[in-house]
């Protein structure tokens, strides 16, 4: 049967791939708040508006494709996480979803601490006056030069990820002069991605050191012998876009059990864990994830009934949220360059950019929606594949969604949910030129991040 002959309808079941892209919402004008940045709405002329400022204002002003922020938004997730752990626990900001100057001033100012994984990020982050002992370092293969730097910064730990990293950190800090404050990374079994977590996962991965096999007690054993360390507490992270708590709980139980065998063997109780980040956000209406309250109160108790189990005081806890502080609070704004009905498939919709600007589409098959937001319509809803304009058939933005019907070239669409590794992990496929980052905040536009020009590439193309 050629796929040509049949009518747009009743086909689609059987070429479309599983999804959530089965029946159109209700109302293509709306936008649910779940997904969208806190201060986005419709004004009167069915103009999507955030902080008060029109998407085609911005869009006339800045240009397209554009990542637009909701500082307030930002500002409000910050402060719900750091209250909701409260004044006994660390709320480290992960650095690699989004960073930038204005968000590391705007962390400081909310009481969020800062994790860094690169000697970029950390040149970041001292530059916009992040003090340094509210800083985490990560990585699993630090230079030496960036552990001088973070040394000598004074950062406020380091996360060791293996034993020649013991090693080399704590020549360092006493080649210094300094004793550095360290956790060390291990990885305790448990695997937690979406709506599932496996408890008994390999840890056949690049970060950490496991727990099994005694590996992790015996790189604890050796730092507690170095003087250039002050081992302060272990560290785990299970993985990403988690919504299931039973994953924590089980990572829980095993960092506790290995402070209970370090307490057991060399009388010291460690003051800190850290449990790391990955808690999921609402990419689609289908995600239902947890508030930070909710999340606090499960990890803190977690935490306090394995340590009473063991006999330990509890240790202070940290969490390392990226993701769902900063992912809810930006749109990316692209202009429509083309539409292409493919008969009995679907519509093509090509933008300005593309996996440029969100790679996480062709990397991690992740799922996006998007809306018209220059104009409301009424038109019935069109199933529709956003692609970008790269020369890779990979290049999709939104798998599946509803447009309406009559869109057109010059149509402003808006992809919410694109704050986190979106703008982090963009790159220049195609010389394509990366979009500004735009903050917005109580009828206010200003860029934090300026669009890339041709003159950026040439500059660092020295023929
Ligand atoms: C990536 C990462 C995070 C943040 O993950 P999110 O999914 O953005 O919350 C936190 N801690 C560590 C160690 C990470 O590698």
């Not at 460690?270 to 956000?281: A, H, K, N, S, Y």
């Not at 509803?402 to 010059?410: T, V």
């Not at 703008?423 to 300026?450: F, Q």
Request: hydrophobic share 40%; net charge negative.
């Amino acid at each position: 049967m050629s796929r040509s002959a049949h009518p747009a309808g009743p086909r689609h079941a059987d070429v479309l791939p599983e999804g959530h892209y089965s029946a159109p919402p209700a109302d293509l004008n709306a936008l649910d708040p779940k997904v969208w940045a806190q201060t986005v709405s419709r004004d009167d002329d069915g103009v999507l508006t955030v902080g008060g400022i029109p998407a085609t204002r911005l869009a006339e002003e800045f240009g397209t494709p554009a990542y637009i922020l909701d500082e307030t938004d930002f500002r409000a997730r910050a402060r719900a996480w750091r209250t909701a752990f409260g004044a006994d626990a660390d709320v480290f900001y992960a650095g690699k979803a989004f960073l930038s100057r204005a968000v590391v001033r705007w962390l400081k100012e909310e009481g969020l601490n800062l994790d860094v994984c690169s000697g970029g990020e950390l040149a970041t982050a001292l530059s916009a006056g992040m003090p340094a002992e509210r800083i985490a370092f990560h990585g699993n293969n630090k230079s030496v030069e960036e552990i001088t730097r973070a040394v000598e910064a004074g950062v406020g730990r380091i996360v060791l990820d293996s034993f020649q990293e013991i090693v080399r950190v704590a020549h360092i800090a006493q080649s210094l002069g300094r004793r550095q404050k360290a956790q060390i990374r291990i990885t305790v079994g448990v695997e937690a991605h979406t709506h599932e977590f496996i408890a008994t996962a390999h840890e056949d991965q690049k970060f950490g050191i496991p727990l099994a096999g005694g590996q992790a007690a015996e790189a604890v054993r050796r730092a507690l012998q170095l003087d250039g360390l002050e081992l302060i507490g272990i560290h785990s992270h299970i993985g990403s876009q988690i919504f299931d708590m039973s994953g924590f709980e089980v990572a829980a139980h095993r960092v506790v059990g290995l402070l209970r065998d370090i307490r057991d063997e060399h009388g010291v109780e460690l003051p800190e864990i850290d449990l790391g980040g990955g808690l999921g956000i609402a990419y689609t209406s289908d995600d239902d994830p947890r508030e930070p309250h909710e999340i606090a109160k499960a990890l803190s108790e977690i935490v306090t009934r394995e340590c009473e189990s063991a006999r330990l005081r509890t240790p202070r806890i940290s969490v390392e949220p990226g993701r769902a502080i900063v992912g809810p609070t930006a749109f990316t704004l692209y202009e429509v360059g083309t539409v292409k009905p493919l008969e009995g498939l679907r519509t093509y919709v090509s933008v300005d950019g593309g996996m440029s600007d969100n790679i996480r589409t062709a990397l991690y098959d992740a799922e996006y929606s998007v809306s018209l937001v220059s104009r409301a319509s009424d038109a019935e809803p069109m199933r529709a594949r956003v692609v970008g304009k790269h020369c890779e058939s990979g290049d999709i933005v939104v798998k599946d969604a509803f447009l309406p019907a009559d869109l057109a070239p010059g149509d402003l669409i808006a992809v919410p949910a694109t704050g986190a590794y979106c703008r982090s992990m963009a790159s220049n496929y195609n010389h394509v030129l990366r979009p500004p980052v735009v903050a917005v905040k109580d009828g206010e536009a200003r860029v934090v991040v300026r669009r890339e020009t041709e003159d950026d590439l040439l500059r660092l193309d020295v023929g």
